[in-house]
């Protein structure tokens, strides 16, 4: 029989003789790369991460390479896409907020550069020279939030 001991985040600290694939929560372990297969993406338990997106995107947290949103003891990721605790989860409210948080915030930059960039067209027309800058930081957060999808 074969026996596994592991740190939280799935690092093998001990292992019996005989070799098997299935290890930590399940899944298949390569040995060449030292992550787990978690059927939608790998996991690489040196960084405690995920090494591509989540699928689902911001859907599964902010943090879309986090593994158990950085939890391995209280929840579990049986396919890689989500966290779904299995101890009670925070109120509905506040789970709610962290979701439509990156949405809104996506709206309200979107809002305020094409502003911007409404009036600095208005002035030019007019034959002002004043413009107001969009610091590129901005356009780069903007690009971010297409990206992600918040916005289109």
């Known amino acids: 029989m074969q026996t596994y001991t592991y740190d939280s985040f799935g690092n ?6 005989i070799s098997q ?15 787990y297969f978690y059927r939608a993406r790998y996991y690489d338990p040196k960084i405690g991460r995920f090494v ?3 699928p689902i995107g911001f ?4 943090n879309v390479y986090a593994y158990v949103e950085n ?6 990721d049986p396919e890689g896409k989500q966290a779904p605790r299995i101890t009670p989860q925070i ?5 709610y907020l962290i979701k439509i948080a990156p949405r ?3 709206s309200l930059l979107q809002q305020k550069i094409t502003y911007v960039e409404e009036q600095n067209k208005q002035c030019k027309d007019l034959g ?14 903007l690009n971010w939030c297409k990206n992600m999808e918040y916005i289109k």
């Open 91 to 95: 109120p509905g409210y506040w789970s």
């Open 52 to 54: 591509t997106k989540d």
């Open 71 to 76: 939890n391995p003891v209280n929840t579990v």
């Open 59 to 62: 859907e599964g947290g902010i």
């Open 128 to 141: 002002l020279e004043d413009n107001w800058e969009i610091d590129p930081d901005a356009y780069n957060a």
């Open 12 to 17: 093998i600290t001990i292992s019996g003789s």
């Open 104 to 106: 809104v915030f996506c």
């Open 21 to 35: 694939p299935f290890t930590y929560t399940g899944r298949e372990y390569d040995s060449e790369t030292g992550m």
